[in-house]
């Protein structure tokens, strides 16, 4: 049975905190060495507590195809509370990492209903199309600020 069918109240959303996005093998952001970064968690955290987060979570569950046993193993693991959301000056978007299952789950025991490879599989795709939708309800109905980035006067015109 799918979520849509039977749908479970939203997880509460992540506590950001302060990580370098460029330690994650998932995300690189370009940003000047030595220059603090200001990835405006604090703004994004206030945005995911007023409702983005919920907003986000009902739309994936109109799209999701995690069946609720795979859900409940991803909230028994607290999966959804190690997301992290940053802006991405640089690109003008707001970044995200999903958390997942990690590749050795079955020598560490990780969870008791974890069976096959396909189960994590779903849960890790799923996780990160999640983040995909958090990351873009924030930035189209959330975020009214402009990239300050200035790309080098210097960069060839490819018009």
């Keep these: 049975m799918t979520l849509a069918a039977d749908p479970p109240e939203p997880p509460a959303p992540p506590e950001l905190e302060f990580v370098d996005p460029n330690e994650y093998e998932d995300a690189t952001i370009s940003a000047d060495d030595g220059v603090d970064v200001d990835y405006r968690r604090e ?12 907003e ?16 409940d193993i991803a909230r028994d693991l607290d999966l959804f509370a190690e997301y992290d959301f940053f802006w991405d000056d640089f690109a003008d ?10 590749e050795d789950w079955q020598t560490r025991e990780y969870h008791p209903e974890l069976d096959t490879w396909g189960t994590v599989s779903a849960i890790n795709a799923e996780l990160t199309e999640f983040g995909q939708i958090v990351s873009e309800v924030l930035k189209d109905d959330y975020i009214d600020w402009e990239a300050e980035y200035e790309p080098p006067e210097d960069l060839p015109d490819f018009d």
């Design 43 to 54: 703004e994004l955290q206030n945005f995911l507590e007023s409702g983005a987060w919920e």
């Design 56 to 71: 986000a979570f009902d739309m994936w569950l109109a799209e999701t195809d995690l069946e609720r046993r795979e859900y």
């Design 93 to 102: 978007r707001v970044g995200y990492h999903a958390p997942g299952i990690p």
